[in-house]
């Protein structure tokens, strides 16, 4: 399992971007997070035509299959929406990780018999200005 945020584990933090000029302002190999929507297609492709691994945040099925598709490297979404999200990661077999959001350690054990790749602390997601 994938922990994002976690106080005793190091990991990656996230960053959480509205603009092209805010994706220069993250440290070198960061991973970016902005939510999937319309308006953010244009980072979501900048993203990917300059090497930049990214992460989305979705609110349903389609929107998860839309971020494998585009090439998100990690899918955020809430936590009740986890079990079928990892259901249709590994029947689409996508390369996306699927992260449930928590608010509690004492969800971890819910989300790890349910098989969910991993969870995000919401002090794993940076927020950077442009």
């Known amino acids: 399992m994938l922990f994002f945020g976690h106080k005793f584990i190091e990991n990656e933090s996230l960053y959480n971007i509205s603009?092209?000029?805010a994706i220069t302002h993250t440290p070198p190999n960061a991973t970016i997070y902005m939510k999937f929507k319309e308006e953010n297609l244009d980072l979501v492709n900048y993203a990917k035509e300059n090497g930049v691994t990214f992460a989305l945040g979705v609110n349903n099925i389609t929107?998860?299959?839309y971020a494998a598709a585009l090439g998100a490297k990690y899918i955020v979404l809430a936590k009740e929406l986890s079990k079928t999200a990892q259901k249709v990661a590994e029947?689409?077999?996508l390369d996306a990780k699927v992260i449930a959001k928590i608010e509690d350690e004492d969800e971890i054990e819910e989300?790890?018999?349910l098989g969910i790749d991993g969870v995000l602390f919401?002090?794993?997601?940076?927020?950077?200005?442009?």
């Open 19 to 21: 603009s092209v000029d």
């Open 111 to 113: 989300l790890a018999i």
């Open 63 to 65: 929107e998860l299959l």
């Open 91 to 93: 029947s689409y077999l």
């Open 122 to 130: 919401p002090s794993a997601i940076i927020k950077i200005n442009s």
